[in-house]
T-cell receptor, first 112, second 115 residues
Framework: GESVGLHLPTLSVQEGDNSIINCAYS??????FIWYKQESGKGPQFIID?????DKRQGQRVTVLLNKTVKHLSLQIAATQPGDSAVYFC???????????FGSGTKLNVKP | EPEVTQTPSHQVTQMGQEVILRCVPI?????FYWYRQILGQKVEFLVS????????KSEIFDDQFSVERPDGSNFTLKIRSTKLEDSAMYFC?????????????FGEGSRLTVL
């Protein structure tokens, strides 16, 4: 099956700094990607998505970059806040939305 | 704000027992999912459900698992004979009608502990 993995299991940043969370995927045919945030004891929460026909998409304080050449996805969080502390997962999808493959997750620690 | 609700929040059961996990998806959503997460690991797809039938299932979703939408509002996951390795957090998710987004709305999960 598809393989989605994250480079860094834990990322610590200072409050106010920018954060970059990376993700690698193995299926070049995947055409849709989502970043989810999971706070302790809660279910994953949608942050932002991007289709394979785009390289970049911006939301509120977040930007997702997609590099299809190297099958790499990143999530940039601007001016990181303590409330951003969570585990972040990327997920990929192929053709329809019936099944998403999640990556291993990166834990983001925001230091005050 | 509409949300996906799951019950129970935590269930402890003996190996070999049957377990039913319940979910109430967002009311106007049409697509339903179960995922699971073993402690400290990634979220794994189990099954997707649409129009009263399974759309897709993973290799994890074997004959011990079944899903049902018995009354138009609940969406259940049944594990017929639980094994130790079924211990995990089980997440229900639902998705709306829109074809342009795969955004899933997750519940807060049901923690299953098999002893």
């Amino acid at each position: 099956g598809e393989s989605v993995g994250l480079h860094l299991p834990t990322l610590s940043v200072q409050e106010g700094d920018n954060s970059i969370i990376n993700c690698a995927y193995s299926n070049s045919a995947s055409d849709y990607f989502i970043w989810y945030k999971q706070e302790s004891g809660k279910g994953p929460q949608f942050i932002i998505d991007i289709r394979s026909n785009m390289d970049k998409r911006q939301g509120q304080r977040v930007t997702v970059l997609l590099n299809k050449t190297v099958k790499h996805l990143s999530l940039q969080i601007a001016a990181t806040q303590p409330g951003d502390s969570a585990v972040y997962f990327c997920a990929e999808n192929l053709y329809n939305f019936n099944k998403f493959y999640f990556g291993s997750g990166t834990k983001l620690n925001v230091k005050p | 704000e509409p949300e996906v609700t799951q019950t129970p929040s935590h269930q402890v059961t003996q190996m070999g027992q049957e377990v039913i996990l319940r979910c109430v998806p967002i009311s106007n959503h049409l697509y339903f999912y179960w995922y699971r997460q073993i402690l400290g690991q990634k979220v794994e797809f189990l099954v997707s459900f649409y129009n009263n039938e399974i759309s897709e299932k993973s290799e994890i979703f074997d004959d011990q698992f079944s899903v049902e939408r018995p009354d138009g509002s609940n969406f259940t996951l049944k594990i017929r004979s639980t094994k130790l390795e079924d211990s995990a957090m089980y997440f229900c998710a639902s998705r709306g009608r829109g074809l342009n987004t795969g955004e899933l709305f997750f519940g807060e999960g049901s923690r299953l502990t098999v002893l």
